[in-house]
């Protein structure tokens, strides 16, 4: 159990509640996601651009993704959602308890909103009451759970059975075309390896041969020159600039471009 005064994780259940807008800390999304937004909204930025979700909504949302998300209260009041998150270790052992076939390659969208179902609501409802008591959240509830959700989505929307047990792993895509879309998402380069289908020394390699220079230097490099242009032609504060194109830390940031480009951001 993961326990603070925001969030609480029990297993793969995790509920969030914060008064004051908070950005999540981690881009890559490595497991799918089932989720419920209680009340307030979330705006997940993706390289497609930035939705936003408000309360109500329950969504279904794939593995190895890349989004950057953002908790919004609503005014006067709290960001509150709920999620269990899907593992393959677990659906793999589902599958094979239940003997089902394999599944077609998924090539659907990656984020999924279910229209209002009295039975996920209701599944939604009766997790509410482990957070406020976690000793009554074993690891065999919690299994139950994860296969209830599943039943659930299976009854729902039969398509989601691709969505799910496909195991497939990221197939080799277009390198350049795949890091001009995402340069701006702060994750190892592990897992832009992994998201291109390709192990991290057949990632090294190839970033070298298209891009004439290793993946760290170019990824400095290209977020520095966008902090520049949204700075200097778009007029926005380094404040709001800094996370946008990947960096981690505004004093990071600020030395960083001082040294690329001879000035402080703020003087631009």
């Not at 603070?4 to 497991?31: A, G, M, T, W």
């Not at 709001?240 to 690329?260: C, M």
Request: proline share 6%; with cysteine; aromatic share 14%.
């Amino acid at each position: 159990m993961m326990e603070d005064k925001s969030h609480i994780l029990l297993n793969n259940l995790l509920y969030s509640c914060v008064d004051k807008k908070q950005r999540s800390n981690e881009s890559f999304v490595p497991e799918h996601a089932f989720g419920y937004m209680i009340s307030g909204e979330t705006h997940q930025k993706t390289n497609e651009g930035t939705r936003v979700f408000g309360a109500g909504t329950i969504a279904l949302a794939r593995r190895n993704q890349l989004v950057r998300s953002e908790k919004v209260p609503e005014p006067g009041g709290e960001f509150k959602a709920i999620n269990i998150f899907i593992d393959q270790q677990f659906l793999r052992r589902y599958s094979a308890e239940h003997k089902l076939a394999p599944a077609k390659p998924y090539t659907g969208d990656h984020i999924h909103i279910l229209q209002p179902d009295p039975f996920i609501k209701g599944y939604f409802d009766s997790l509410k009451p482990y957070f406020d008591h976690p000793e009554r959240a074993t690891d065999n509830m919690a299994e139950l759970k994860t296969k209830e959700a599943v039943e659930l989505l299976l009854n729902f929307n039969p398509d989601f059975y691709d969505f799910l047990f496909d195991f497939s792993e990221p197939y080799k895509i277009d390198l350049e075309a795949y890091m001009n879309q995402n340069y701006m998402f702060n994750v190892p380069a592990t897992q832009f390896a992994k998201l291109t289908g390709r192990s991290l020394a057949s990632f090294k390699r190839d970033f070298e041969k298209v891009f004439r220079m290793a993946p760290g230097q170019w990824l400095q490099q290209k977020r520095l020159n966008e902090a520049y242009y949204l700075i200097r032609e778009k007029g926005q504060k380094p404040s709001e600039v800094y996370l946008e194109v990947g960096f981690e830390n505004l004093s990071h940031f600020s030395y960083t471009f001082k040294k690329a480009f001879g000035i402080v951001p703020s003087r631009v």
